[in-house]
């Protein structure tokens, strides 16, 4: 997980600089990496965290010097932005066209023999990654409530004590704690046999070569039995209109798909820390595919289509 910078760790009184920028400085990647979580929009992650400085520079200098730590502050200002804004935002998703999945966040490098090579551009390289920024626990976070989310993501990822998350959902740190206790249950039932990043690189590869190829056994091989593909259109893009379920499904899917191949250029990326795929026209971005393991097969297919989530793959 994520190393805290916690509460109380903004800027010292005697820093030389504005107590605002200092914060802004040494904070600012702090609110973004928990931001993107709460919210699973690395977009709607940038506006909290410049809703959150906008709050900040509207207080009085005196206002802000009366603040004995601002990275508390923001930080806590920022989890409420974002507790009500996943409070509207499960209202837009029942209105979304098809399913909703993550934002994916983007990645220049390509993972060989086991490891990402290359650099991480801007945005990307403000999100640390680790497990809990992982495609399957993006997922398993949007079926909590937000109380939930906000609690497990708080202390479990970030490190902070419930009396402190007490303090932002506005509950008892036992009830905050019963949060995180049966979000914690989600994420357990969730969970599948983890497969080493290398192997996941293979597979992936293999499964690009495979779908190249048009070779339906490999593909049927390198899918578990009940393994579920799900598209992400937002109804500006072309994609399968429900799950497809079962790897017969998903491979006739992703046959048929391969007709348009030779107008696609498919490239091995990485995304959200793991190994994945991405779909290219004439050097934009279409498809992002991210997947799930289990025992050395592929469970979990997403393919973000929606192109209000992909602007910040295209990078010329």
Same mark, same amino acid.
């Given at each position: 997980?994520?190393?805290?910078?916690?509460?109380?760790?903004?800027?010292?009184?005697?820093?030389?600089?504005?107590?605002?920028?200092?914060?802004?400085?040494?904070?600012?990647?702090?609110?973004?990496?928990?931001?993107?979580?709460?919210?699973?929009?690395?977009?709607?992650?940038?506006?909290?965290?410049?809703?959150?400085?906008?709050?900040?520079?509207?207080?009085?200098?005196?206002?802000?010097?009366?603040?004995?730590?601002?990275? +508390?502050?923001?930080?806590?200002?920022?989890?409420?932005? &974002?507790?009500? #804004?996943?409070? @509207? =935002? %499960?209202? $837009?998703?029942?209105?979304?066209?098809?399913?909703?999945?993550?934002?994916?966040?983007?990645?220049?490098?390509?993972?060989?023999?086991?490891?990402?090579?290359?650099?991480?551009?801007?945005?990307?390289?403000?999100?640390?990654?680790?497990?809990?920024?992982?495609?399957?626990?993006?997922?398993?976070?949007?079926?909590?409530?937000?109380?939930?989310?906000?609690?497990?993501?708080?202390?479990?990822?970030?490190?902070?004590?419930?009396?402190?998350? +007490?303090?932002?959902?506005?509950?008892?740190?036992?009830? &905050?704690?019963? #949060?995180?206790? @049966? =979000? %914690?249950? $989600?994420?357990?039932?969730?969970?599948?046999?983890?497969?080493?990043?290398?192997?996941?690189?293979?597979?992936?590869?293999?499964?690009?070569?495979?779908?190249?190829?048009?070779?339906?056994?490999?593909?049927?091989?390198?899918?578990?039995?009940?393994?579920?593909?799900?598209?992400?259109?937002?109804?500006?893009?072309?994609?399968?209109?429900?799950?497809?379920?079962?790897?017969?499904?998903?491979?006739?899917?992703?046959?048929?798909?391969?007709?348009?191949?030779?107008?696609?250029?498919?490239?091995?990326?990485?995304?959200?820390?793991?190994?994945?795929?991405?779909?290219?026209?004439?050097?934009?971005?279409?498809?992002?595919?991210?997947?799930?393991?289990?025992?050395?097969?592929?469970?979990?297919?997403?393919?973000?289509?929606?192109?209000?989530?992909?602007?910040?793959?295209?990078?010329?």
């Amino acid at each position: 997980m994520t190393t805290p910078s916690g509460p109380g760790q903004g800027p010292r009184r005697d820093d030389p600089l504005d107590p605002g920028l200092s914060a802004i400085m040494s904070e600012r990647r702090q609110l973004i990496n928990l931001a993107y979580r709460l919210l699973g929009s690395l977009a709607e992650a940038e506006d909290a965290v410049q809703e959150t400085y906008a709050r900040w520079y509207a207080m009085s200098p005196q206002q802000q010097e009366a603040i004995e730590s601002p990275g +508390a502050w923001l930080t806590t200002v920022a989890s409420r932005i &974002c507790l009500n #804004l996943l409070g @509207s =935002a %499960r209202a $837009r998703r029942e209105r979304y066209v098809g399913d909703w999945i993550p934002e994916p966040l983007p990645d220049a490098s390509k993972w060989i023999n086991g490891q990402a090579g290359g650099t991480t551009a801007d945005p990307a390289d403000r999100i640390t990654l680790d497990e809990s920024i992982t495609m399957a626990f993006l997922v398993v976070l949007e079926s909590m409530t937000p109380a939930q989310r906000v609690a497990l993501v708080l202390h479990d990822v970030f490190g902070y004590s419930f009396a402190e998350v +007490a303090e932002i959902v506005g509950r008892t740190p036992a009830a &905050c704690r019963q #949060l995180a206790s @049966s =979000a %914690r249950r $989600r994420v357990r039932v969730s969970q599948t046999t983890p497969t080493p990043t290398a192997q996941q690189a293979d597979i992936v590869r293999d499964f690009k070569q495979a779908w190249e190829a048009g070779d339906i056994d490999a593909l049927i091989g390198l899918l578990d039995p009940n393994a579920t593909a799900i598209a992400d259109s937002g109804g500006l893009a072309t994609a399968l209109p429900h799950p497809a379920v079962g790897r017969e499904q998903i491979v006739r899917a992703f046959v048929d798909l391969a007709a348009t191949l030779s107008n696609l250029t498919i490239l091995e990326r990485t995304v959200n820390g793991q190994p994945g795929l991405i779909a290219q026209h004439n050097g934009t971005t279409v498809t992002v595919y991210a997947f799930d393991f289990a025992d050395g097969r592929i469970t979990q297919i997403w393919a973000i289509r929606n192109p209000e989530k992909l602007r910040p793959w295209t990078t010329n």
